[in-house]
């Protein structure tokens, strides 16, 4: 994976299995101190300590249910190349927290790609989980919580021609604030 | 700059897609299942999704749900989709690019046409 958007969808598709409710996904770039945060957070399963080390660690697993990936151990590896960490936390029946820093003007450091597209697609494809996105550079925020839209549109389905044209358009809007500071 | 819409909009869109709807004639509900876990992300499965979301957006077709799964236990056939259409079983396809994934909408999904050459028999 080449991207971090990409590894964002992948983390997020664990929240996913994991049953969660709400899934909350925040990128932060804090160029004073050149470092980038990612997380995702979710109110799913969880895990104890013992699986959260296990997930992080693609050599340890026993593999019998095969609940363990190889896409933790990567985004870890990606972030230790770059100055940076990947932490866990998480507790049985409430929920999981995973964080990953990088430095942010590392040379190693993937770029975040299309940011857009993992949110668009995680939104309209798992429309029984509600979504809240954070986008922060600096002192800039983007925000974006899919519940009142679902509100609104009641049984119309998320992957409706208008509904994705809509959806489309407000979360590249938001992303597309900040790309001068992002160049 | 572009324009950040309103709830506004939603409330139209969400009245001419209720009128569409009345004007259809279900042939039962379509569902497109896209899997997503990381064997299908990593070998592409964001592009099929992006050009499954394109093609519905830019041919109106209305009456599909997309959804996505985890690994479904074929990591060297991703990515993978899965097509479901009423009552009728569930065909999965693999190696499913941006333009097989337009093919397969444009003929399996409008035309009813399985398309032989990237079925996947279980």
């Known amino acids: 994976m080449r991207e971090l958007s990409l590894h964002l969808l992948d983390i997020a598709e664990n929240s996913i299995a994991a049953q969660a409710i709400t899934v909350e996904i925040a990128i932060r770039e804090d160029n004073r101190k050149d470092r980038l945060y990612l997380s995702v957070c979710d109110d799913g399963k969880g895990m104890d300590y013992e699986m959260a080390a296990q997930v992080i660690d693609p050599f340890v697993t026993t593999r019998t249910t095969r609940k363990v990936g190889l896409g933790i151990p990567l985004l870890k590896a990606a972030s230790e190349a770059c100055n940076g960490f990947l932490e866990i936390h998480s507790t049985p029946g409430i929920g999981t927290r995973l964080e990953v820093e990088f430095q942010n003007s590392h040379i190693d450091r993937m770029p975040l790609g299309d940011i857009a597209s993992t949110i668009l697609h995680l939104v309209i494809a798992n429309p029984q989980i509600h979504f809240i996105f954070r986008h922060q550079v600096d002192e800039n925020e983007f925000f974006f919580d899919d519940e009142p839209i679902k509100r609104e549109l009641a049984d119309i389905p998320l992957s409706d021609p208008l509904v994705i044209s809509y959806l489309r358009d407000e979360i590249e809007a938001g992303i597309e604030t900040f790309q001068p500071a992002m160049a | ?122």
């Open chain 2, 1 to 122: 700059m572009p324009v950040i819409k309103t709830l506004d909009d939603l409330k139209k869109i969400r009245e001419e897609a209720l009128e569409k709807r009345k004007v259809k004639t279900a042939s039962g509900q379509i569902e497109v299942i896209v899997g997503m876990g990381t064997c299908g992300i990593a070998a592409g499965a964001r592009d099929t999704m992006k050009a499954i979301l394109e093609t519905i957006q830019n041919d109106n077709l209305s009456g599909i749900i997309v959804k996505q799964t985890g690994c479904v236990g074929l990591c060297e056939k991703e990515p993978i989709v899965q097509i479901v259409i009423g009552e009728q079983p569930k065909i999965t396809y693999g190696k499913v690019t941006g333009d097989i994934a337009r093919q397969i909408l444009k003929e399996h999904v409008v035309d009813g046409k399985v398309v032989q050459t990237h079925l996947i028999t279980l």
